[in-house]
């Protein structure tokens, strides 16, 4: 009799064994592949930024470095078709934590930073006075120099020179805007050399020098 009773009991806890073994499976099984995808999301996620900063990306001006411009103007087509975000898989770059694209709604996947350097040329114009032989310094890193010039009444400009180099000659007289290229390696010292003074806003000087700065670039992929 205790026998009879006993297998209703013994068949429950059967029951629940299978049902937590199974349970267990299930749960293992799911956090295999959980795993796998993460392994899978920064694989991707590591590909992708050795694309966007590699030196044949046109996001950069050589390997690790970004031209800011072009960075900013990166979108969610170009991710895909250029840099092989494929489709059912969900990709964001940032920049210094500022969001600059993504493919769709990332809501978790995997994230990787690299250290990299944003290059930036920025527009400066200077209007100075050349008297007798002064000369006015551009920085480095500015690799051009637009120069408009406007000589007052009896007053000729000849030549213009960078350092020791002459950029722009005109025996006759220079007059208007024109455009010389310069060393983005050493300082360059602008000399004028004109048959009287010339006045502020004779000579406008606008150049482009080379900012840069270090940044993190961030790149998450959730497939």
């Known amino acids: ?17 299978t049902a937590v073994t199974v349970l267990g499976v299930v749960v293992a099984d799911e956090a295999v592949r959980s795993a796998d995808r993460s392994a899978l999301d920064r694989q991707a996620a590591v590909s992708l930024s050795e694309r966007l900063v590699g030196p044949e990306s046109h996001l950069t001006t050589r390997a690790n470095v970004l031209n800011e411009t072009a960075v900013d103007a990166l979108n969610a087509s170009t991710l895909r078709t250029r840099y092989g975000v494929p489709n059912g898989t969900d990709a964001k770059v940032t920049l210094e934590g500022k969001n600059i694209v993504a493919t769709g709604g990332v809501e978790d996947g995997e994230r990787i930073e690299r250290l990299v350097v944003v ?8 209007t100075p006075a050349f008297r007798g032989r002064t000369a006015v310094t551009l920085p480095r890193r500015t690799d051009r ?24 000659y005109d025996e006759s007289g220079l007059d208007g805007r024109h455009t010389v290229s310069l060393s983005r390696h050493r300082t360059a010292d ?3 050399d004109a ?26 992929v959730d497939g």
Do not use: C
Not at 1 to 17: I, K
Not at 197 to 220: D, H
């Open 1 to 17: 009799m205790r026998a009879q009773t006993e297998l209703p009991a013994l068949g429950l806890a059967l029951l629940v064994l």
């Open 119 to 126: 290059e930036q040329r920025q527009r400066r114009t200077l």
């Open 145 to 168: 120099a637009a120069i408009r010039i406007r000589p007052p009444e009896n007053t000729t400009v000849t030549t213009v020179r960078a350092n020791e180099r002459v950029v722009l």
């Open 190 to 192: 602008i000399y004028v």
């Open 195 to 220: 048959s009287g003074p010339l006045y502020q806003g004779n000579v406008t000087l606008t150049y482009y020098p080379l900012e840069t700065r270090k940044a993190r670039l961030g790149v998450t």
